[in-house]
């Protein structure tokens, strides 16, 4: 019996060589092999560890743009481009020509099918009028205000506070991520989970979100056939995407319960003046014209998680990037504190811990500045996939139709030459201020990280917002050092989160 099994062990071994050989050989080279049935699916997988550099690196030796073959089952061609120009044909000028679609919908079924984000045409236009009604809504603002003050001075302060004086290692990518979570979760449903607190307790929905986002990522690197095999079989990423939709559901379904029996009970009328009385939630339970109408739990649900999703996930991922960028760049960080000083003086003997309004936050220009060029570099959601509805012409000659995606590689936008100049792998605020001292406003297809054309992100001002807060404070009030020799690389997720998080240690600037 053991004498077959060992007739085939060269045969093992000659492949082992083979593979370890074309995994060291790809690395240098500036095209991809198409090979029968695999198409280009085994280079990419060879390597899935460098992934992002890949890309960029034929993305720059191929103009901008190319058309990767997928494996023959699959039917995964896809036009992987950074160019500003067929962005904005796809994104803008020929938006109705092309559609998220069905394949779309099958990978990001985890944000179910009545969600902004993965609907189209008519229904994503109700969808869209519904979050901007209550973004723009007057009690919203107020409440934007309200709850990044108090998540910052009651979860973030005494966080920080113990972790400095008992000089303890924090990760700054979780500490963020329970920052903006706090802050989604009481915007859409009234309830603040305090997971940003003393103690840092386990924290099940934003882990079941970054288990999502890494599964979903490998259902649009692998053929459909394969992880729908793997989630029958109910392994590894497919698995924990599973469970973690469960932990979302629940979640959902307790608030939504929880605030249609508080309206039942009496508080039918969501005023600010009532904490927990004007949130997301409540706006669709109401009905009102103002906000929205009365929908099933099932689209308050995908549209709940959407919402924590476009708010909490995004906005973390871009702080982690900023913080990391400032150990890098001193220079930054120092000119920040500069801004501070110089535009927001502080009275007393300076030893207090210092909060700042919103409305302060907008004279911090290079602050800001330093913020849109972290999110270049790093953008937090760097793919953005279309699909066109029929056979067209792209900028540049490229041909597709409705069985080719047109994905826009936004990590590789930020390092192309061609687009943002030959400094473009530096990290440069000042490319972001004007001549007279203003904030310089690149076009959404090149910037591309709020999205561009009528999908542009609603939520931006409110993402500046909490990442100005958290930065100001930060950055005003204490001094971070990251731990030599943490190793800083991005996971494969939908997400462009640090695998191993942003170690620190943090020390209060007046102790």
Known sequence: MMAPLFAFLPYTILAVYFLLFLYHFTKKKKFLWNLPLLGMLLEFLLNIDQIHEKITQILEANMGTFLLKGAWLGQMDTLITCDPAIVNCVMKEKFSGY??????RKRFEFFGNHSLFNTDFDEWKIHRNTFRSFISHQQSQQAVAKTIRRILENGLIPVLEQSSKQCQVLDLQDLFKRYTFDFASSMVTGHNP????????KNPVPEALDDAWEAIILRFLLPESLWKFQRWLGFGKERKMS??????????????SM???KLSEGKTRISFEDEEGFNFVNCYLTGNEDNSPKVSDEVMRDNMVNFIFATADTSSTALTWFFWMLEKNPIVEKKIREEIERNLPQKGDGKNIRLFQLEELSKLIYLHAALCEALRLFPPAPIQIRTPLQSETLPGGHCVDDKTNVLIFLYGMARMPSVWGDDCLEYKP????TENGGIKHEPPHKFFSFNAGPRICLGRDIAFNLMKAIA????HNYNFQVLENHPVTPTLSVIFRMKFGLLVKVRNKSA
């Open 99 to 104: 559609h998220k679609g069905d394949e779309w």
């Open 194 to 201: 305090n997971s940003l607190c003393i103690g840092l307790p």
């Open 243 to 256: 469970g973690g939709r469960e932990v979302v559901d629940r979640f959902c379904a307790e608030q939504i």
């Open 259 to 261: 605030n249609r029996k």
């Open 430 to 433: 000042e490319r972001w201020i």
């Open 472 to 475: 100001a404070t930060f950055i």
